[in-house]
T-cell receptor, first 112, second 113 residues
């Protein structure tokens, strides 16, 4: 079962920041937070992951709260091409090569 | 670098017929996954391979589904016989051993009529 809770859908105006929340209140100390997205008719695409420090790459920023019970994925300047389902996943790297367990994710609609 | 390649992209078959899906993972990736995705749902794991060994197939309906990964590279997933409820997208993914960053193919959309 997925260990995360995400809102089912969100809207964002084009050019504005999209802030996607994720609750993972039962996260263990060694579990990482991963974000993937799935654009219509494509397979999921890795975005970013982190343990406890904030992370940033060319696609997005990941903000993890100090107690690690929640996180926010930030797309700083959303475009129409960012319209997708975004999945927040927690995974431990210490239990072998465990698979990614997907929930239903958040459907982000970027509006012109 | 080529990504994960799946074929066919789409498949329509009549119920009770067999069907097979093929996946070519990223070169050097020892771990290969097959996921099933129903409409409006997130992907669900069917089977995971480490090289040629199936290390997690607990969610694979073994009465009709089978998979193989010969030589630890390409993989095929087969359904025989197909049922109406098997209509879904079948996704293949690969990763380096132990990595949480997986790369997915575009999937095969199966329609059983």
């Amino acid at each position: 079962d997925a260990k995360t809770t995400q809102p089912p859908s969100m809207d964002c105006a084009e050019g504005r920041a999209a802030n996607l929340p994720c609750n993972h209140s039962t996260i263990s100390g060694n579990e990482y937070v991963y974000w993937y997205r799935q654009i219509h008719s494509q397979g999921p695409q890795y975005i970013i992951h982190g343990l406890k420090n904030n992370e940033t790459n060319e696609m997005a920023s990941l903000i993890i709260t100090e107690d690690r019970k929640s996180s926010t994925l930030i797309l700083p300047h959303a475009t129409l091409r960012d319209t997708a389902v975004y999945y927040c996943i927690v995974r431990s790297p210490n239990s072998g090569n465990t698979p990614l367990v997907f929930g239903k994710g958040t459907r982000l609609s970027v509006i012109a | 670098e080529a990504g994960v390649v799946q074929s066919p992209r789409y498949k329509i078959i009549e119920k009770k017929q067999p069907v097979a899906f093929w996946c070519n993972p990223i070169s050097g990736h020892n771990t290969l996954y097959w996921y099933l995705q129903n409409l409006g749902q997130g992907p669900e794991l069917l089977i995971r391979y480490e090289n040629e060994e199936a290390v997690d197939d607990s969610q694979l309906p073994k009465d009709r589904f089978s998979a193989e990964r010969l030589k630890g590279v390409d993989s095929t997933l087969k359904i025989q016989p197909a049922e109406l409820g098997d209509s879904a997208v079948y996704l293949c993914a690969s990763s380096q051993t132990g990595a949480g960053k997986a790369f997915f193919g575009q999937g095969t959309r199966l329609t059983v009529v």
